[in-house]
């Protein structure tokens, strides 16, 4: 029998315990229409590395899917109200679907920097760095040979833990310094993917990482997020312009649409007429959040989904995060079920420093000089909405 079999085996085997009893004793139910991935379909060699499929599950049977290409979250597999699981995350069922991908962020670690730098350029110390222009005039997401698409080297710590590292050369998309990057990705008992990102240089460069995962938690696949009820802890938000870069504003989000202090339907406001959201085509921008302390864990965001009961909240050390509403999703892209993701079909909550920072001197500064070592945390819970 071929390690493909017997994947398969295994795969059949868990859909017979749909209503019955696991080897851990456990009762599941499985969604209809959920794939569990087979390892076999991420085993590839890109550039002369291997890239992989990696499974963490914990006790309460919540499972989490992770390809060391791109470091990217495939799959998070979590009970509803009903105690039925699915996966909640966007993405496919094989290294060449992704591959093939028109849409290369879906749950990728983004770097060197998340988001965009206007121009594609900044200057450290009188020098002016290019970086690839790969969105209008500016740079998005590292470029488009960003973090997302290198094979990381992993190790598997335990059972619920993955560690990712990568090593990026000086000027690499046009970054200088040799950045060493670890990503760790550990799943608790308590329902919580906590991802930790440290990172080191030997000469002053820009770093904003972050993990792109597009979620939607009535299930993967499903039709629409705008259902889905949304409350970010910020009292502000940085405003764009027709480029989506950060004007060096911040302004309250009171009495506009952006206002999710309390947890409104993110559908609710998002065609409302309003320059800056016909500027993101909807939600699409980075809110300043209500920080008690400069880099401890802190509340950030939550999302729940009323038909499903699903909750997401979201900690992290950061000072912003980006709400995307999947605005730029055409159905083009079909999804682990067979589903194609349509427009406003998944959502993102991507923690960060703001957009455009190397160019901004009033915001939190993304400079990080030798000897010091970056440090970011970030933590979805789930859970369920009482």
Same mark, same amino acid.
């Given at each position: 029998m071929t390690s493909k079999q017997v994947?398969?085996?295994? /795969?059949?085997?868990?859909?017979?315990?749909?209503? *019955?009893?696991? @080897?851990?004793?456990?009762? =599941?139910?499985?969604? +209809?229409? #959920?794939?569990?991935?087979?390892?076999?379909?991420?085993?590839?060699?890109?550039?002369?590395?291997?890239?992989?499929?990696?499974?963490?599950?914990?006790?309460?049977?919540?499972?989490?899917?992770?390809?060391?290409?791109?470091?990217?979250?495939?799959?998070?597999?979590?009970?509803?109200?009903?105690?039925?699981?699915?996966?909640?995350?966007?993405?496919?069922?094989?290294?060449?679907?992704?591959?093939?991908?028109?849409?290369?962020?879906?749950?990728?670690?983004?770097?060197?920097?998340?988001?965009?730098?206007?121009?594609?350029?900044?200057?450290?110390?009188?020098?002016?760095?290019?970086?690839? /222009?790969?969105?209008?005039?500016?740079?998005?997401? *590292?470029?488009? @040979?960003?973090?997302?698409? =290198?094979?990381?080297? +992993?190790? #598997?710590?335990?059972?619920?833990?993955?560690?990712?590292t990568y090593l990026s050369k000086h000027l690499e998309e046009g970054y200088p310094g040799d950045l060493r990057t670890e990503v760790t990705y550990a799943l608790t008992d308590a329902n919580e993917l906590v991802i930790t990102y440290n990172a080191t240089t030997d000469r002053k460069t820009h770093v904003n990482l972050t993990n792109h995962a597009f979620f939607n938690l009535d299930g993967e696949g499903s039709k629409t997020i705008n259902n889905h009820k949304l409350?970010?802890?910020?009292?502000?938000?940085?405003?764009v312009d027709a480029d989506l870069i950060p004007t060096g504003e911040v302004l309250s989000v009171k009495d506009t649409p952006f206002d999710f202090t309390e947890y409104n339907t993110i559908g609710a406001r998002v065609d409302d007429?309003?320059?800056?959201?016909?500027?993101?085509?909807?939600?699409?921008?980075?809110?300043?959040?209500?920080?008690?302390?400069?880099?401890?864990?802190?509340?950030?965001?939550?999302?729940?989904?009323?038909?499903?009961?699903?909750?997401?909240?979201v900690l992290t050390t950061e000072p912003g995060i980006q709400f995307y509403g999947g605005n730029f999703l055409t159905g083009s892209e079909t999804g682990k079920r067979g589903e194609p993701y349509t427009?406003?079909?998944?959502?993102?909550?991507?923690?960060?420093?703001?957009?455009?920072s190397p160019n901004q001197l009033n915001f939190p500064s993304t400079l990080l000089n030798p000897g010091e070592t970056y440090f970011s945390q970030t933590i979805y819970r789930f859970t369920l909405k009482k």
């Open positions: 994947t398969i085996m295994l /795969i059949a085997l868990s859909f017979c315990c749909i209503i *019955g009893s696991c @080897n851990s004793g456990q009762k =599941v139910k499985y969604a +209809p229409g #959920l794939v569990l991935l087979a390892a076999d379909d991420f085993d590839a060699e890109l550039d002369g590395q291997k890239t992989s499929l990696f499974t963490l599950q914990n006790a309460n049977g919540m499972r989490v899917d992770i390809t060391n290409y791109g470091g990217k979250i495939v799959s998070i597999i979590v009970p509803d109200k009903d105690g039925v699981f699915d996966d909640v995350v966007t993405g496919y069922r094989s290294i060449n679907e992704y591959l093939r991908s028109g849409e290369p962020y879906f749950g990728a670690i983004i770097g060197r920097y998340g988001n965009r730098i206007g121009n594609a350029t900044f200057t450290i110390d009188e020098k002016q760095y290019q970086l690839p /222009i790969n969105n209008g005039p500016n740079h998005l997401h *590292g470029g488009d @040979n960003g973090f997302h698409t =290198v094979v990381w080297t +992993p190790q #598997l710590i335990d059972d619920k833990t993955l560690k990712l409350k970010i802890n910020a009292l502000s938000f940085t405003p007429e309003d320059t800056q959201l016909e500027f993101g085509k909807g939600y699409d921008h980075n809110f300043v959040l209500n920080r008690a302390t400069a880099s401890e864990l802190e509340f950030a965001a939550s999302v729940y989904s009323p038909e499903t009961g699903r909750m997401m909240e427009h406003r079909s998944s959502f993102c909550l991507e923690t960060q420093h703001f957009p455009n």
